[in-house]
T-cell receptor, first 117, second 115 residues
Framework: ETGVTQTPRHLVMGMTNKKSLKCEQHLGHNAMYWYKQSAKKPLELMFVYSLEERVENNSVPSRFSPECPNSSHLFLHLHTLQPEDSALYLC????????????????FGPGTRLTVL | AQSVAQPEDQVNVAEGNPLTVKCTYSVSGNPYLFWYVQYPNRGLQFLLKYITGDNLVKGSYGFEAEFNKSQTSFHLKKPSALVSDSALYFCAVRDHTSGTYKYIFGTGTRLKVLA
């Protein structure tokens, strides 16, 4: 496997379910990101981890809970979601210097298409 | 506040013609600027970036972009469009002087190249 992978690719869940999205990067990067992509809206940055430490958290509801056990893996735990949370969830990684914004591009996974019923 | 604007939801161009996808930005410091492309059911793919130096940046698949500081623009261009260029294009900016990890993305422009 190369690049950034995400599983599952599609997920349908009820509002009372608990599920997790998984992201894995095989690029040796030190920063990982979760984005939400909804139609006609800019990409919304949800969380950023650098060297396994959360460095950005953009006022995301607590029903979304990230976890970064090591620099290659990132999870997004979901519970009691709402229908408006239906979207494409994208994971990305980059090589960044902690505390200093760099000019390195992000590499994105294919996304998980989430539908909340 | 930092922001990126892509004023066109969709751009249509005939195959073989030049194409331009527009992007303007607003940041408090010096920007790092990026273009990404998204094909159906795929994540975003990096096309090119401006960090410093020459205002004309060349990237993947024959695309280029021109950084214009006075107009705060970073338009994406290609001299001759292909049908396979049809996709969703995103401009992004990062204020590298603030120490933030935040990339600000535009709403995207759908490019349709007609055969």
């Amino acid at each position: 496997e190369t690049g950034v992978t995400q599983t599952p690719r599609h997920l349908v869940m009820g509002m009372t379910n608990k599920k997790s999205l998984k992201c894995e990067q095989h690029l040796g990067h030190n920063a990982m990101y979760w984005y939400k992509q909804s139609a006609k809206k800019p990409l919304e940055l949800m969380f950023v981890y650098s060297l396994e430490e959360r460095v950005e958290n953009n006022s995301v509801p607590s029903r979304f809970s990230p976890e970064c056990p090591n620099s290659s893996h990132l999870f997004l735990h979901l519970h009691t979601l709402q229908p408006e949370d239906s979207a494409l969830y994208l994971c990305a990684s980059s090589q960044d210097i902690p505390g200093l914004a760099g000019g390195n591009e992000q590499f994105f996974g294919p996304g998980t298409r989430l539908t909340v019923l | 506040a930092q922001s990126v604007a892509q004023p066109e939801d969709q751009v249509n161009v005939a195959e073989g013609n030049p194409l331009t996808v527009k992007c303007t930005y607003s940041v408090s410091g010096n920007p790092y600027l990026f273009w990404y492309v998204q094909y159906p059911n795929r994540g975003l793919q990096f096309l090119l970036k401006y960090i410093t130096g020459d205002n004309l940046v060349k990237g993947s698949y024959g695309f280029e972009a021109e950084f214009n500081k006075s107009q705060t623009s970073f338009h994406l261009k290609k001299p001759s469009a292909l049908v396979s260029d049809s996709a969703l294009y995103f401009c992004a900016v990062r204020d590298h002087t603030s120490g933030t990890y935040k990339y600000i993305f535009g709403t995207g422009t759908r490019l349709k190249v007609l055969a």
